[in-house]
């Protein structure tokens, strides 16, 4: 059973960070930062690969999924343990990827290959690969398990797949240089930031239309240096995160009136964000000043910034 | 939403007559448009510098073809496809002719680099009057001033933007006294009455100027020729004009006062430079690299602009319909993603292409401009080169 070996090892575990913790991947200096959320500090730093960028959570925490694109692979990290326990066959150049909800399938954007990468994360063997546009970036897998998208950052398209039979279904240009794109959780809505365009998109699952274009106005800041890359959905559905990149805020939407409801002011050229598993707390990265904020989603304010590595890029936050 | 059918067979019937002799032939798509390139080999090139042989063969035409593979890698979701057509045209050879030539066999989109005078002439040809010509090679700012036509769109940057934005980096870094160093050709002459025109709008100062009138190698021969003409009272730069490449690399280190060399040597200011990774930069260098082999140039980065920018304007329209292209390239919502961070377009009242300029010495990009703290009212790229209100074009 895995949950108890996953247990026990827990208890094994001489680290301290019992409680939630978070991973922070740093893209230039080849590590991981562990953070313990009770204290918000950083307690350990792990080596891994060469130029780690996007990582994320299997279901049950137990394992670290890590995209070492200058390694050509994505690393699996033992949460228990921290250590690399092996390596799944990525495609050239993995940047960021999604689980499919079955928690077995990974979909990975190969940047350099113009494809995507669908790996099986039990037999550690692709399952498929599946060509799209220049530039491969954001990855999401709809809820239901039946759909994945691609945002092609030089084609500027969403590419609509079969998630079952790993086809391309259809594709939708978009604004410039889409980066991230995440779907609701009811799988109606799919958002998607385009980082050269400097807007958030709504785009609707079932026509693959884009129905609505989100701008951002920061008093200061030129509207083309507002580069829009992660996005974070609160659980209820309510509230939508967007990371503005060398702005340096963070943006709140509303996600029924579709309007900015506050900008808070992170660190500089914020990327990507997770909230922790009470969704109390949302993370950020921001790679220039080297550190991440801490932002009290109630209230939305910034509370705390803890240093970590050189450019952290990816974020995933542990039970 | 898919392109209309009707779009698409009136599209298809007016590339069906185009005669697709293209270097990379491409499958039949619903709907092909063909991009063509046109290139004039100058007649006495100036020998390269040995660290940069071999000299290129190719340079302005792998841009393109890199273009066109990208706008294909685009088309094949939209069913669109674009070919590639190249005609290199020797010394004195007849632009004109050869765009007439293009038009008739149904081309719209023409990539040149041609000398300015000769681009000039071909353009004002009445057969060239339906063909957009993207100048990739001609940095005159005569082209985007008296000599302008409607038909051409500048995506090299010109002589003023590339010396306003070396002003702006030096003028932010306080170094405003420079002592100017100018070749002998007509180009170095245009690009020193570019840098004079810059220092008064930014408000640096020349103290000196200086011809460079050795014409021997002095490579070999160096016996302080460069220590002799910097010494010259004081000055914060040097700043050379040598576009041929003839003696602007020997004042570096050699100058009679410890200062930095910029302009066409030392410190450049470029569209594109072999060490710019920002803004997945990287991704097209290395996708050049795969292709043509060697490092991209700013003449490569000009003519992907032009290909890519038919192709941009065709998947935003999903049309290959060659006149909604040409007026959606030169409308002000056109955007341009040219890995620099922001989206580009050109400017209305010369058809140059608004775009940040990169300074950068040979292994390091140091800034890009425009930079912080040069406003303008409507966009900070219009900081470099000719503004709205004091250009001389009057688009015919």
């Known amino acids: 059973m895995r949950l108890a070996l996953t247990a026990a090892a827990l208890i094994l575990s001489s680290l301290p960070a019992l409680a939630q913790t978070a991973y922070v991947s740093n893209e230039k200096d080849n590590t991981i930062s562990v953070i313990d959320i009770k204290t918000l500090a950083v307690v350990k730093t792990v080596k891994v690969g060469r130029r780690p960028r996007g990582i994320l959570l299997s279901p049950d925490g137990s394992k670290l999924y890590i995209c070492a694109s200058d390694s050509d692979a994505i690393q699996v990290m033992d949460t228990a343990t921290l250590a690399i326990t092996h390596n799944l066959p990525s495609g050239e150049d993995p940047e960021q990827f999604a689980l499919a909800p079955d928690g077995r399938h990974l979909f990975v954007a190969n940047e350099n290959d113009a494809t995507v990468t669908i790996i099986d994360t039990q037999t550690r063997q692709v399952a498929g690969q599946v060509d799209v546009g220049i530039e491969p970036e954001g990855m999401a897998v709809s809820p239901d398990g039946k759909l994945a998208v691609n945002t092609s950052e030089t084609t500027n398209m969403v590419h609509w797949m079969d998630a079952v039979h790993l086809t391309l279904i259809d594709s939708t240009p978009v604004a410039p240089r889409p980066r991230y794109a995440i779907f609701e959780r009811d799988g109606k809505r799919l958002w998607v930031t385009s980082e050269v365009g400097g807007v958030l998109q709504v785009l609707d699952v079932a026509s693959h239309r884009v129905f609505d274009t989100i701008h951002f106005e920061i008093p200061g800041v030129p509207r083309d240096k507002i580069n829009p890359v992660g996005i974070r959905l609160t659980r209820d559905g309510k509230l939508v995160f967007v990371a503005l990149g060398p702005a340096n805020h963070v943006a709140v939407v509303d996600a029924h009136t579709l309007k900015v409801i506050k900008y808070l002011l992170v660190g500089r050229r914020v990327w990507q964000m997770a909230f922790t598993p009470d969704l109390s707390l949302l993370l950020t990265t921001n790679g220039v000043s080297g550190d991440v904020s801490v932002i009290d989603v109630a209230r939305l304010e910034v509370i705390k910034s803890i240093p970590v590595g050189r450019y952290p890029w990816g974020v995933a936050v542990r039970p | ?396």
């Open chain 2, 1 to 396: 939403m898919r392109p209309t059918r009707l779009a698409v067979i009136v599209a298809a019937l007016l590339a069906a007559w185009t005669a697709p002799a293209s270097a990379d032939p491409i499958p039949a798509a619903a709907s092909e448009l063909t991009i063509a390139w046109l290139g004039m080999r100058p007649a006495d090139p100036p020998e390269p510098a040995f660290i940069d042989r071999p000299a290129p063969t190719d340079e302005g035409l792998a841009g393109l073809r890199l273009a066109v593979s990208d706008d294909n890698a685009s088309g094949r979701f939209m069913h669109q496809s674009f070919g590639l057509e190249a005609e290199w045209l020797p010394p004195g050879g007849d632009a004109a002719a050869a765009l007439r030539r293009l038009a008739a066999a149904g081309v719209r989109f023409v990539v040149a680099d041609l000398p300015a005078a000769v681009l000039a002439k071909a353009a004002a040809d009445p057969a060239a009057a339906a063909v957009t010509i993207f100048n990739a090679g001609a940095p005159d700012d005569v082209l985007r001033n008296r000599d302008c036509r409607a038909n051409v769109l500048h995506t090299l940057p010109s002589r003023a933007m590339l010396a306003d934005a070396l002003a702006q980096y030096l003028v932010k870094k306080t170094w405003t006294r420079w002592l100017l160093v100018t070749g002998p050709t007509a180009g170095d002459q245009a690009y020193a009455a570019a840098i004079r025109h810059a220092a008064a709008k930014f408000g640096a100062r020349l103290v000196g100027e200086k011809s460079w009138t050795y014409t021997r190698d002095s490579r070999h021969t160096a016996t302080g020729e460069v220590a002799a003409l910097t010494q010259d009272g004081d000055y914060d730069v040097v700043v050379v004009a040598d576009e041929a490449g003839d003696f602007g690399d020997l004042v570096p280190y050699d100058t009679w006062l410890p200062r930095p060399v910029a302009g066409t040597q030392g410190l450049v200011s470029a569209a594109w430079h072999p060490a710019y990774s920002a803004w997945a930069a990287a991704q097209l260098q290395e996708r050049f690299r795969g292709q043509a082999h060697r490092a991209m140039t700013a003449k490569d980065y000009a003519a992907w602009e032009g290909g890519r920018a038919v192709g941009e304007a065709a998947m935003r329209l999903r049309s290959t319909d060659p006149v909604s292209i040409a007026r959606a390239i030169r409308s002000d919502d056109f955007a341009l993603p040219a890995y620099k961070g922001r989206t580009l377009s050109f400017r209305s009242w010369d058809g140059q292409l608004r775009q940040p300029i990169l300074i950068a010495w040979a292994r390091n990009v140091v800034s890009v401009a425009p930079e912080d703290g040069f406003l303008h009212p409507v966009t900070d790229l219009d900081t470099l080169g000719t503004d709205k209100g004091e250009s001389k074009c009057v688009l015919h």
